[in-house]
């Protein structure tokens, strides 16, 4: 017998309610290094929420839940992309409550240097809250 497996799509206006956060570091930067990093404000974009879920009596369950998105920068106009997922084993659902997930990760270039730029997304699924971190280094700040 084949599995049963349910897929469940939400899109973009059932998940508005999404907040975004950011932390920088941000020290005594140039000018140059400052514009690019205020405001600390995020878009997100192109959001797609999968869950799929087996019959429940089914040997194996590989149930998964998986959240994928664009975010923009406000600050800075970085898009990159992020995939949040967990996963059910023996039926249990992975404690990932503080575990931050990489997103793509880019160059930033200002006056003509680029830096490297580290995004992470976190989530809380039972309150469907995502926080973000991206952080780079300007200058030697």
């Not at 879920?53 to 998964?64: M, V």
């Not at 793509?104 to 039972?126: F, R, S």
Request: glycine share 6%.
């Amino acid at each position: 017998m084949l599995p049963y497996i349910n897929r469940l799509f939400i899109s973009l206006s059932v998940l508005s309610g999404i907040q975004a956060r950011s932390s920088l570091r941000r020290e005594q930067q140039s000018p140059s290094c400052t514009d690019i990093s205020t405001p600390t404000t995020f878009s997100l974009g192109d959001i797609s929420y999968v869950r799929v879920e087996t019959a429940p009596n089914f040997a194996i369950t590989p149930n998964s839940t998986q959240l994928v998105f664009e975010i923009t920068n406000n600050a800075n106009g970085v898009l990159t992309g992020c995939s949040l997922i967990n996963v059910q084993i023996d039926g249990q659902w992975g404690d990932d409550s503080n575990y931050w997930f990489d997103c793509m990760d880019k160059n930033l270039e200002v006056d003509g240097n680029e830096y490297p730029l580290q995004t992470n997304a976190h989530i809380i699924w039972e309150d469907w809250k995502v926080s973000v971190n991206q952080s780079w280094v300007c200058d030697g700040e």
